[in-house]
């Protein structure tokens, strides 16, 4: 069973408009997550991580919310921009699982 | 540093050959992770290792899948015989500590035809 969901499997965007990606999750005992960025031929690249202290995490044009009681997280880019053309999977875990959890990634395409 | 360096970047083979893909991690990390990707699952643990010391493997399908980490730098995954279900790309990644963020490298397109 996939711990970690991410229903979008693909998103449309223009250029300078906000790119929000989505994920949600069903062990309340995650406490981390994370963004991957990967594009076509490479791997994963860590974004950006939030601890379950937060609510907020930001990082440039990139932030992450997290709601602990939805379960749920999300990524906001703004302004999108072209590069940003990628799959993007979210990750979580707690601190004695010893592994992480991936949803099954979101392609987000910034049209110019 | 290089980061994680995989091999062969593809690879084709016939159902029932042997195939073994190849990691070396980022040196100093003590932590590598095999993951598939699949379309229907996205990114999946096959098994992971601490210190050369294979942890859990608990996301090896099946018996047909093996991997060894014989020193620090370097980590094979075998399949055999290998499978046309087996045709996914395979990731190998490293971190500094369990549950930091990993360091993937750029993976192994495998098609088993």
């Known amino acids: 069973d996939q711990q970690v969901k991410q229903n979008s499997p693909s998103l449309s965007v223009q250029e300078g408009r906000i790119s929000i990606l989505n994920c949600d999750y069903t062990?309340?005992?995650?406490?981390?997550f994370l963004w991957y960025k990967k594009y076509p031929a490479e791997g994963p690249t860590f974004l950006i991580s939030i601890s379950s202290i937060k609510d907020k995490n930001e990082d440039g044009r990139f932030t992450v919310f997290l709601n602990k009681s939805a379960k749920h997280l999300s990524l906001h880019i703004v302004p999108s921009q072209p590069g940003d053309s990628a799959v993007y999977f979210c990750?979580?875990?707690?601190?004695?699982?010893?592994?992480?959890?991936f949803g099954s990634g979101t392609k987000l395409n910034v049209k110019p | 540093d290089a980061g994680v360096i995989q091999s062969p970047r593809h690879e084709v083979t016939e159902m029932g050959q042997e195939v073994t893909l190849r990691c070396k991690p980022i040196s100093g990390h003590d932590y590598l992770f095999w993951y598939r990707q699949t379309m229907m699952r996205g990114l999946e643990l096959l098994i992971y290792f601490n210190n050369n010391v294979p942890i859990d493997d608990s996301g090896m399908p099946e018996d047909r899948f093996s991997a060894k980490m014989p020193n620090a730098s370097f980590s094979t995954l075998k399949i055999q015989p290998s499978e046309p279900r087996d045709s996914a790309v395979y990731f190998c990644?490293?971190?500094?500590?369990?549950?930091?963020?990993?360091?993937f490298g750029s993976g192994t397109q495998l098609s088993v035809l």
């Open positions: 062990n309340s005992m995650f406490d981390y």
């Open positions: 990644a490293s971190s500094v500590r369990i549950n930091e963020k990993l360091f």
């Open positions: 990750a979580a875990t707690k601190y004695n699982f010893n592994k992480f959890y």
